[in-house]
């Protein structure tokens, strides 16, 4: 089992960055992929950002060029940083795990994930 945690949400004005982490315990050695993920009100959760073990990544469309994906091995910690924010990317943001390779040529689905943590809100305003 892993355990997630995430921190570094908070509400910012349009145009400003934020950068989320999310620290990994349990059993680590297991993590092939880390992900993040957001879900806004009324809105099915989304793949935002995805790293393979190998350093592999992946973006939605909608954050490309904005987001940046990136991992600490040594601290088992995963990053997101997000700048140039927008309205639109107002969410809960989540972190999760999963044994599978995604190869970085697509984001897995949710489902593929195991292993979650709680969430940590992102608001933006305009």
């Known amino acids: 089992q892993v355990q997630l945690v995430e921190s570094g949400g908070g509400s910012v004005q349009a145009g400003g960055s934020l950068r989320l982490s999310c620290a990994a315990s349990?059993?680590?050695?297991?993590?092939?992929?880390w992900g993040w993920f957001r879900q806004a009100p009324g809105k099915e959760r989304e793949g935002v950002a995805a790293i393979d073990s190998d350093g592999s990544t992946a973006y939605a469309d909608s954050v490309k060029g904005r987001f940046t994906i990136s991992q600490d091995n040594a601290k088992n910690t995963l990053y997101l940083q997000m700048n140039s924010l927008k309205p639109e990317d107002t969410a809960m943001y989540y972190c999760?795990?999963?044994?599978?390779?995604?190869?970085?040529?697509?984001?897995?689905?949710?489902?593929?994930?195991?292993?979650w943590g709680q969430g940590t809100q992102v608001t933006v305003s305009s």
């Open positions: 999760a795990t999963t044994r599978v390779y995604s190869g970085g040529t697509a984001l897995l689905p949710p489902f593929y994930f195991h292993s």
């Open positions: 349990g059993s680590t050695y297991s993590i092939n992929c």
